[in-house]
């Protein structure tokens, strides 16, 4: 195994690359802030965290957002889902663990698909339990979450009273502002037909759960963390325009905020970093695998939500950059590995 120095160099070196403001949506602002509060890389925070699930232990993720949800709660984007099918894929490997997956119904199939293609065979929560006895097999597990709030809350306290998590993560999951509203980052209200996943995460920071949190805007779960960073420093950070009254951030906070230009270039980072603390190149999120998880979200309907269509740009960047950062993390791990 890797050096601590080493390890910690290599750590700051995935946090510049991912926090290049490529799309220049602020996110350096973002990233400056979270550097400040967490005092070393949120991406090795975040991998030490998630390395410190315990073997065999249990993982509550979620991602998925309703793109385009005035049209139809059907529709999700890009970003997210392939991050967060890697983050799972890399714990079931290095902690044998139970990940269950939550979000919309409606986007269930193409959220199972992307998993499906990281390498993660979806069963059902008693199936994962065998699995995790003899190792024989790995898994995901897909859950639908409430749209509604009563239904939101409920389920937070069963699922977690259930599931007794080790740790949550989110990737690029909306959480609502201080009104209540979910809004998208041009500042409109889009939570229609939205998994109110975020009331499960204010309740697992209630119970000291670990939360581990990735995005890219300012308007997802774990952004409470920075919140006056996003109300002076996003567009529409200070004030929306549903009429709300608020700004686009969201309330809910988190342990240790990953900010990246794209949240999935954050997860292909996190994933890097726990590569080097497991001595395991085969944790990594390569190129080769990123191109099967663009195709996979393309062949399952989920949208470039830049440019309002389906195709392999991810927030807008197009599919050789992905690629490249997918590269790049490899490249930086390397000396590690
Ligand atoms: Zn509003």
Known sequence: MADVELITRLDDRLDQLVNIDMGERGVEHLFKAARAI??????????????????GGTAILTTGSVSRAWITPELGENDGPSGAA??????????????????EETLLPAIRNVCQSAGLFPVTLE?????????????????PYAVDDAGGQAQAIALLDELQPDL???????GRNEYGVYHSMRGIDYGM??????????????RDIPVVAV?????????????????????YGDQCKCGCGGGIGAVTGCDV?????????????????????????????????????????VANGLI???????????????????????ELCRTIVSRAL
Not at 38 to 46: F, Q
Not at 193 to 199: Q, S
Not at 262 to 274: D, E, H, L, Q, Y
């Open 215 to 235: 995005g890219d805007g300012g308007n997802e779960i774990g952004m409470g963390k920075v919140v006056d960073h996003v109300k002076f420093n996003v567009p």
């Open 304 to 326: 470039n939500s830049t440019h309002g269509i389906v195709d392999d740009s991810v927030d807008g960047f197009p599919r050789q950059s992905h690629l490249a950062v997918a």
């Open 257 to 297: 905020l990953v900010t990246a230009a794209c949240s999935n270039w954050g997860c292909t980072a996190i994933v890097a970093a726990m590569a080097t603390r497991a001595g395991d190149a085969k944790l990594l999120h390569t190129p080769e695998r990123e191109a099967l998880l663009l195709d996979t979200m």
């Open 86 to 103: 890697a983050i799972a894929r890399a714990l079931v490997m290095a902690r044998n663990a139970t990940c269950v997956m939550l979000c």
């Open 193 to 206: 037909g939205r998994a109110r996943v975020d009331l499960l995460f204010d309740e697992g920071l209630a």
């Open 38 to 55: 967490e005092g070393r890389s949120l991406v090795g925070a975040a991998a030490d965290a998630l390395m410190a699930v315990p073997e």
């Open 168 to 174: 949550l993560f989110s990737t690029e999951r909306v």
């Open 127 to 143: 199936q994962a339990a065998i699995a995790r006895r003899d190792k024989s097999l790995a898994t995901i597990v897909m859950l």
